[in-house]
């Protein structure tokens, strides 16, 4: 990974401002920050493995939930939840399945909570569980300064770099078509970097 100061320098070269007469570090910082919200969504949604993380939970005895703060702090998107003595997927079921229906077999079901940070269980099994959750870390670059450093280990600071520098040298023509058609171009870089490490998703159960 690296400090984002250091790829602002780097980029400061390519655009011809070495002396920061043009664009401040704080404009840069900006673009920065948007270019790895966006690359974030990029990574989730085509489900690259880098990106990916996954945390071990131990249920609570005769409690139907674990608290979702507390076990994955850095939670942000789903991936799967499975038991870890027989490597079976445990079910994430929506709000209307929820109400609807009952499972005969302990951790056969669970609901995510959002609003009250839970994961819910139906049928929790009367002693402890470990379980472990799959899952997207949360990347929020609001707090980042030009001191941070960079996310997903520097895989892709290469890609968004290349991405604000042009989003720099296009910036004055306002061009809504263009932004558009970098966007696609970084997109298109990431999967082309990244994709072969994914495995295929295929619905079903599966294991761990």
């Not at 005895?61 to 998107?77: G, I, Y």
């Amino acid at each position: 990974m690296a400090i984002i100061s250091s790829l602002i320098l780097e980029l400061r070269t390519d655009l011809s401002d070495d002396d920061s007469t043009r664009w401040t570090d704080a404009k840069i910082l900006n673009l920065f920050k948007k270019a790895i919200r966006r690359a974030n969504r990029v990574v989730q949604r085509n489900g690259l493995q880098f990106a990916k993380k996954k945390v071990s939970i131990k249920t609570i005895a005769d409690q139907a939930f674990v608290v979702l703060s507390t076990v994955a702090p850095d939670f942000d998107v789903w991936i799967g939840l499975w038991r870890d003595d027989i490597h079976q997927q445990i079910k994430l079921r929506t709000e209307h399945e929820w109400e609807e229906e009952q499972c005969a077999s302990a951790l056969g079901y669970c609901m995510l909570d959002y609003a009250n940070d839970k994961i819910l269980f139906d049928s929790t099994p009367s002693t402890a569980q470990d379980i472990t959750l799959w899952y997207y870390p949360k990347i929020d670059p609001s707090t980042y300064t030009v001191s941070s450093a960079t996310p997903w280990d520097g895989r892709l600071d290469d890609i968004i770099m290349e991405y604000v520098g042009l989003r720099l040298k296009n910036i004055d023509e306002m061009d809504i078509g263009v932004d558009r058609e970098l966007l696609i171009d970084m997109e298109n870089q990431i999967l082309s970097a990244y994709l072969p490490n994914s495995p295929y998703h295929v619905q079903g159960d599966g294991w761990l």
